[in-house]
C-alpha cells in the first residue's frame, strides 16, 4: 500500500483552502469517450478472496469449492498450490488442465467458474436505494450495477459521479454520466474495482469533491460524505457513517489523503480504536476519504 504507515501526520486544527478542481488533478470533464462502453472486453479476473468452482469429470478429490488466498494460490488438494490470481475462468482451466494433463490425469475433462465474487468491490452512495459495497462480478457495467444496488431513491435527470483511482500512476479521474442517458444506452461504462460511485438528486446536480468534507464508504451502515469540522478524527466519521457493518474489516480501513503525487494512504484500525486505542485516532483534514473493506474470511 503506497505510503502506508503507523505514523500519520494530523493536525489539531486545518485552514480550508479553496481548490480549483482543474488544478487538483481531478478530470471534470468532458469525459474522454474512450472510457465509454461499447461492447469491448468484459472479462472478470480473479483474485484474492473469490471462491472458484473446479470440477475434475470422475476425481472428486480435487473437484469442489477452493477460496482464492490473500497472495493469490488456491490449495487444490493433492495437486497442491496454484497461482490463479489476474487470471480469467479460461486461462486458470487451460493451466490447470496443463497440470493434471502434465503429472496426473491423461485426460481430463475439467470445468472452472467463480462461485462467490470477493476481490473487486464499488463504492454506490447518494440518491440509491442500497448505498454502501457491491461486488463486482463478471457484469462490470455501470447500468447494471446501478440497478444491482436498487436504483436511485429519487428518478429524473440527475447525474452518475465515478471517482476513480490508478492505482499505478495515483492519479485521480472524476467520470460524469447522466442517468438518462446511461438509461437510454448512450453511456453505459465498465466499472473498475474500488471506484466510487455518487449518484445525485435531479435538483442536486454535479456534487461530490469538496474540500470542506470528508468521505467514508465501504462497509460502514450509512456511507456518504459529511461536513469536516475542527479536530474531527476517523471514529467522529465512523459514527456520523453509522459504525462498522456486519461484514466490515475494520482493522483494514484506509485513509486515503491528498491527489496526484501528493496522495498518500494510510492504515486505519478501526477495532483498536473502538477498543480504547486513542493513540489510532486520526485528526482528519478536509478532503480526506475513509475505505472501510468487506472482511471474506
Known amino acids: 500500500m503506497a505510503g502506508c504507515s503507523s505514523s500519520i501526520p494530523v493536525a489539531s486544527r486545518v485552514d480550508v483552502i479553496e481548490t480549483d478542481l482543474e488544478e487538483s488533478g481531478i478530470v471534470t470533464s468532458p469525459t474522454p469517450a474512450a472510457v465509454f462502453w461499447k461492447g469491448g472486453e468484459n472479462i472478470y479476473h480473479i483474485g484474492p478472496g473469490d471462491v472458484l468452482k473446479i470440477t475434475v469429470y470422475g476425481e472428486d478429490d480435487i473437484s469442489g469449492l477452493f477460496r482464492v488466498s490473500q497472495d493469490g494460490m488456491i490449495s487444490w488438494s493433492w495437486v497442491g498450490d496454484v497461482e490463479v490470481s489476474g487470471l480469467a475462468e479460461t486461462e486458470i482451466t487451460e493451466k490447470l488442465r496443463g497440470i493434471l494433463t502434465g503429472e496426473f490425469i491423461r485426460r481430463p475433462r475439467i470445468e472452472v467458474s467463480v462461485y462467490e465474487y470477493h ?47 490508478d492505482s499505478r500512476t495515483g492519479e ?101 480504536i473502538l477498543d480504547g486505542d486513542r493513540d489510532k485516532n486520526v485528526v482528519l483534514i478536509p478532503g480526506d476519504l475513509i475505505i472501510v473493506p468487506e472482511s471474506w474470511l
Request: proline share 3%; no cysteine; aromatic share 8%.
Open 172 to 272: 485521480q479521474k472524476k467520470l460524469v454520466v447522466r442517468i438518462q442517458s446511461l438509461l437510454k444506452g448512450e453511456e453505459d461504462i465498465l466499472l473498475e474495482n474500488e471506484d466510487i460511485i455518487t449518484v445525485s438528486a435531479p435538483e442536486a446536480g454535479e456534487t461530490f469533491i469538496s474540500e470542506n468534507r470528508v468521505y467514508i464508504v465501504g462497509a460502514v451502515n450509512a456511507p456518504g460524505s459529511f461536513i469536516w469540522q475542527d479536530n474531527m478524527t476517523v471514529l467522529d466519521a465512523l459514527m456520523q457513517a453509522g459504525g462498522l457493518a456486519e461484514y466490515a474489516s475494520g482493522n483494514s480501513a484506509r485513509l486515503v489523503r491528498g491527489k496526484g503525487e501528493t496522495k498518500k494512504e494510510y492504515r486505519i484500525e478501526f477495532e483498536e
Open 119 to 165: 476481490s473487486q468491490v464499488v463504492y454506490f452512495f447518494g440518491n440509491i436505494k442500497a448505498p454502501g459495497i457491491t461486488r463486482l462480478g463478471e457484469k462490470r457495467s455501470l447500468l447494471n450495477n446501478l440497478l444491482h444496488a436498487g436504483g436511485p431513491k429519487v428518478w429524473g435527470d440527475g447525474l452518475i459521479t465515478i471517482l476513480r483511482m
